[in-house]
């Protein structure tokens, strides 16, 4: 994004902010977009956030071939990972994939149908009633999948250690229960506050902006993933930095 | 009443329109009529702010739309019923959800109100019945007799029509045409239809405005242009062979 395209982003963003017309329709689009952001994700959250626990589990195991060292340490290491960056950031990104692209094809194709033109002409702000919705939903329903995400990873480590006998259960759950740190829980949640931002701000304003057809409706959603994805990894440098 | 004055407008080296004034008066249909790249679109566009002419001003009613502030302009844009060219739906609402749209935001009214006037709006136009209906579901010609429903839902005091006949077979244009003089006429608005179709041209056109290279070249009715000597208006109206037979006749 150059500065031209962030000033533009800026700007987006501000008009997508101001008083909405009803709120009674904007909560309704809320509500819609959390259903579609929120519930429409969790089964692939889900999958991915189990596998990711197991095979970080078999991992860790793998690598800590020491005697000196207790099992116990894959349990912590499995949590504190999941929690500080696992969760938070391949959730981020997977979601940066499946919602982002969805949002930025969604505006886009309203832009080169004049759908978007038509609620300019109603009176209607339509950066408030298209992207507005979007962004609450994601700054609200991104950390509850974050929240979700680190349970099953944790989860998913136990039966991926237990299932192939790299641990034993009561050595895990001594693991996962040793020397918590809850501040790595609000880290984590920060993380996904900015990264639920970014998912749906990012996208929304490469649909916005689109200018042709169909091509270039699919070269902006390509866009808005790859800019989401680095934006996120460069936010979760300077969240990390930032807070431990 | 619309009135613009000396609108110029330009994208980066090209000056797309070159001073157009003009009055647009209601009850009747106006019509804005030209070759691709006259400009007759971004005038269009010009007129209800989805482009910022450099110079001009563009008066509802003694209002002028370019120095008004965002909220006063969004008061006139309540006055505003548009037709698009694609029709402009919003795909994932139904034909009664999409009528619904200005009234849900601007209106007070109870459901029951909202729900008489989309009937009544679907009744003008012809389409009874049809509530449920996702605009996939419609035909071209009753996805545009949608919009117009969806455009005069709100009582409008100016209407807008871009290309109205684009992509329809000859009948189906004939019924959008006589809809949208038929509404100008009942409800005295300020009604402006850009098109290149010239059976609307000579069927509807109560005042007619020809853009030639970003310039008016010519204003008066659709009795008047059949008699016009002016080459350029010539070439662009009875540019088929039919339509120059049908004009030696008459």
Known sequence: ?244 | MIEIKDIHKSFGENEVLKGISGKFEPGITNLIIGGSGSGKTTLLKCMIGLHHPEQGSVAYDGRDFTQLNTEERIEIRKEIGMLFQGSALFDSMTVEENIMFPLNMFTEQSRSEKLDRVNFCLERVNLEGKNKLFPAELSGGMKKRVGIARAIAMNPKYLFCDEPNSGLDPKTSIVIDELIKEITEEYNTTTIVVTHDMNSVMGIGDYIMFLHQGKKFWEGSNKEIAKTDIEELNDFVFASRFMKAAKDKF
């Open chain 1, 1 to 244: 994004m150059n500065f031209t395209n962030f000033g533009r982003y800026i700007l987006l963003l501000k008009a997508a902010f101001k008083r909405p017309e009803k709120w009674k329709i904007y909560m309704k689009a809320i509500f819609q977009q959390m259903e579609f952001i929120g519930v429409g994700s969790l089964g692939l959250i889900s999958i991915i956030s189990t596998f990711i626990g197991a095979v970080m589990t078999l991992q860790i195991a793998f690598q800590l071939v020491s005697d000196f060292i207790p099992k116990t340490i894959i349990g912590s290491v499995n949590r504190d990972s999941s929690i500080l960056e696992l969760s938070p950031t391949i959730s981020a990104i997977v979601l940066a994939g499946k919602i982002g692209s969805a949002i930025s094809s969604e505006i886009g194709t309203m832009r080169v149908t004049e759908q978007i033109d038509a609620l300019e002409i109603m009176g209607i702000n339509a950066p408030g009633y298209l992207i507005l919705p979007k962004i609450i939903a994601g700054i609200t329903m991104v950390p509850v999948l974050v929240i979700i995400s680190m349970v099953l990873s944790i989860t998913g480590g136990y039966l991926g250690g237990t299932l192939s006998g790299a641990v034993s259960a009561a050595e895990y759950i001594q693991g996962i229960t040793t020397d918590f740190n809850p501040f790595t829980i609000t880290v984590a949640l920060v993380k996904a506050f900015v990264f639920g931002f970014i998912i749906t701000s990012v996208p929304a304003y490469e649909g916005f902006y689109v200018k042709g057809g169909a091509l270039e409706v699919a070269q902006a959603s390509t866009r808005a993933v790859v800019v989401s994805c680095i934006s996120i990894l460069a936010c979760d440098y300077i969240v990390t930095q930032l807070l431990l």
